[in-house]
């Protein structure tokens, strides 16, 4: 089976602009959650999310091109152009690849909603203005799979062209799909790209209504706590992240620098209730992971730190903690975990590249990143949850999860590289 490693990251979140800057950030601490501005929301019960600011989507693309892409393209675009310049495919001055490489490259995206402040404006066209004042650009500027559409001609990108839907963890399954898609040989390199940008009336009123987010208005930095007694639901995230997958062989022949090696995954479904979460189905998902490590490497890894899905709600962090004890056979057998929600908030979509991301430059640095806003950890969720400040390690593997409404769970383990 084709060794699969990856060799270009970018990112962007509400705690930066790149990579580096987000990674600081969140090692440190740092908390991008605070009062919305990207709507008037004086009539909503939620106020907050973790928004990204400062964003000029005219310095990733040109001005006439901008209102044919909703936000969450604009975000996958600025990360896709950084994992793709960092991986040394393309340069800031030439963005598309090798006419020679282009036909076995290919992209597959994750979005768990697309353009959904698209979608309300353009209703709300229809309904006050009439169906002929609809925007031209509304369906291509809306659909989720256009994620890929606008990146893979961005940088000549003419292997298979992939979008997943899969509520919150899409990002994760567009990943391990990309492992598949080159192991099976369909592909030598694919460019892997979550994006999410939810932050609108619809979104965060959708949410609310479900009772699903957290009401801490007055207290944006501390609303979200995963692990925490007194969590009261997720915070609204938005943001991208980019990954380049490609074959070992490809990585070595260009002498391409390589974060790590992907030597595991694993996908279930809980077949039980459209948002409530269970202990099975992660489980299952992690399990799965650990047998296909097994298979790859001829045995089951030490795991050293898993960046958890964590997403601050009472049911889900308690159920993820149960699943991750009974992986490893007990409380005293669990590596440290810790949730970065706590910082970015919840990315919908796009939290499974973002969080990968965090994973893999924590196994590269050597430094776990915290959970915030642990101040009083859930007996329930009695692992060993890095509380509050960053943690220096040594870290050979380390696996990251993700689980979406709809029962559907992903979970994924990165490895060191070696010879």
Not at 120 to 148: E, V
Not at 338 to 367: D, F, R, V, Y
């Amino acid at each position: 089976m084709k060794r699969v490693v990856i060799t270009g990251l970018g990112t962007i979140n509400s705690t930066g602009h790149n990579v580096s800057e987000s990674f600081d950030a969140i090692v440190n601490g740092v908390c991008g959650i605070d009062k919305i501005t990207l709507f008037d929301t004086n009539d909503f019960t939620v106020q907050i999310a973790g928004e990204v600011k400062n964003f000029d989507p005219e310095t990733v693309m040109d001005k006439k091109e901008v209102k044919k892409a909703d936000r969450f393209i604009q975000l996958g675009i600025k990360a896709a152009l950084e994992a793709m310049i960092d991986s040394g495919f393309v340069t800031i001055e030439n963005k598309k690849v090798d006419s020679t490489i282009a036909d076995r490259f290919g992209i597959i995206s994750g979005s768990g909603i697309g353009g959904l402040s698209t979608i309300q404006k353009n209703s709300t066209i229809c309904d006050t203005r009439g169906s002929r004042k609809i925007s031209p650009f509304f369906i291509p500027s809306s659909l989720a799979n256009m994620l890929s559409g606008f990146i893979s001609i961005e940088h000549n990108l003419k292997g298979p062209s992939l979008g997943h839907v899969t509520a919150c963890a899409a990002s994760t399954h567009a990943l391990s799909d990309a492992v598949k898609t080159i192991m099976l040989n369909g592909a030598d390199r694919i460019l892997v790209v979550g994006a999410e940008s939810a932050i609108c009336g619809a979104g965060v009123g959708g949410f609310a209504a479900m009772k699903a987010l957290s009401t801490r208005n007055d207290d944006p930095k501390t609303a979200s706590r995963p692990f925490d007694i007194d969590r009261d639901g997720f915070v609204m995230g938005e943001g991208a992240g980019a990954l380049v997958v490609e074959t070992l062989d490809s990585a070595l022949e260009r002498n391409a620098k390589i974060y790590c090696e992907i030597i595991g995954f694993g996908e279930s479904g809980d077949a039980n209730h459209i948002t409530s979460p269970v202990i099975d189905g992660p489980l299952r998902a992690m399990k799965a992971a650990f047998e296909m490590t097994k298979n790859i490497t001829g045995e089951y890894p030490k795991i050293d730190y898993i960046n958890t899905h964590g997403t601050s709600t009472p049911v889900g962090d308690k159920n993820e903690t149960a699943a991750i004890k009974a992986l490893f056979g007990g409380k005293e057998n669990c590596p440290p975990v810790s949730s970065t929600k706590g910082q970015i908030g919840h990315c919908l979509g796009a939290a499974g590249a973002i969080e990968a991301i965090m994973a893999i430059k924590a196994l590269n640095e050597g430094i776990i990143p915290p959970t915030i806003n642990v101040i009083n950890q859930d007996p329930e969720c009695d692992l060993d949850v890095v509380p509050n400040v960053a943690r220096k390690t040594e870290l050979t593997t380390v696996m990251s999860n993700n689980f979406g409404f709809g029962g559907t769970n992903g979970s994924i383990i990165f490895k060191k590289y070696t010879k």
